[in-house]
């Protein structure tokens, strides 16, 4: 069956770093889009990043440009969300989604709290 499972969320101080993983089974993860959403208490989930199937295009949430970076590797089926100077709205939930045409996977989310 399909599967997404997220890691690497924790919590982390203002200015710091994070990397979370999505690791992808059960479906043609080369032939799918994915990306990174997030979904802070009392906010609707929200896009974060994107990259295409085979990794040449990416797309990010103005909030995260120059901080965040989205990556993916084919072989291994997996996403990656480098997080660097992580702010204290940066706190969520991140889920990995997959998506290809009127396919849509999600995972189960990881929480990334930001605090001193």
């Known amino acids: 069956q399909v599967q997404l499972v997220e890691s690497g969320g924790g919590l982390v101080q203002p200015g710091g770093s994070l990397r979370l993983s999505c690791e992808a089974s059960?479906?043609?993860?080369?032939?799918?889009?994915m990306s990174w959403y997030r979904q802070a208490p009392g906010k609707e989930r929200e896009l974060v990043a994107r990259?295409?199937?085979?990794?040449?295009?990416?797309n990010y949430a103005d909030s995260v440009k120059g901080r965040f970076t989205i990556s993916r590797d084919n072989v291994k089926n997996i996403v990656y969300l480098q997080m660097n100077s992580l702010k204290p709205e940066d706190t969520a939930v991140y889920y990995c989604?997959?998506?290809?045409?009127?396919?849509?996977?999600w995972g189960q989310g990881t929480q990334v709290t930001v605090s001193s």
């Open positions: 989604n997959a998506r290809r045409v009127i396919l849509d996977y």
């Open positions: 059960g479906f043609t993860f080369s032939n799918y889009a």
């Open positions: 990259i295409s199937s085979g990794g040449g295009s990416t």
